[in-house]
């Protein structure tokens, strides 16, 4: 696996290596030991997926405040998306700076998002397919949010009219939210 720093701190994008053949291809999408080796100490306890009919459906910015904050690792199995993280973390030096990556099924690139951070993503195709770990579970009651389209963050999406479920669709702006990371 090759591990890429990220303009955001203490974010990762992850190249895993594929063996392919005439059959297929085998690849290794997580090993403990690697990430530990290059300094990700994270224990995921959560596997997600999602699956996305439509090109243009947009889940997000998601993350879970203190005391359950999530680290993230995220890829896509089928189809591709643009993701997009924010770091929501008032000391770090990249504090409300976002970067968006085109991940797909084709190239395979895994991101690892840390505590802290929110995230989304666009599909970029239909049927698209997400699948993510997380090191902590599931707390309605840190479950939060920030519109897609913050005028503050001004992410440059590549979709203007995206599909939203109803409860994106009532995300606040980054202003009205208390950041405890």
Known sequence: MEFQKTNLQDAVLIKPKFFKDERG?????????VFQENGIEVEFVQDNHSMSVEKGVLRGLHFQSQP????KLVRVTKGKVYDVIVDLRKDSSTFKQWQGFELSAKKGSMLFIPKGFAHAFCTLEEDTEFMYKVDDFYTSECDLGIIWNDSELNIDWPIKNPILSEKDKQ???LK????NF
């Open 176 to 179: 009205d939210l208390e950041l």
């Open 68 to 71: 359950h904050a999530q680290s």
């Open 25 to 33: 291809f085998f690849v290794e999408s997580y090993s403990k030991k």
């Open 171 to 173: 995300l606040k702006q």
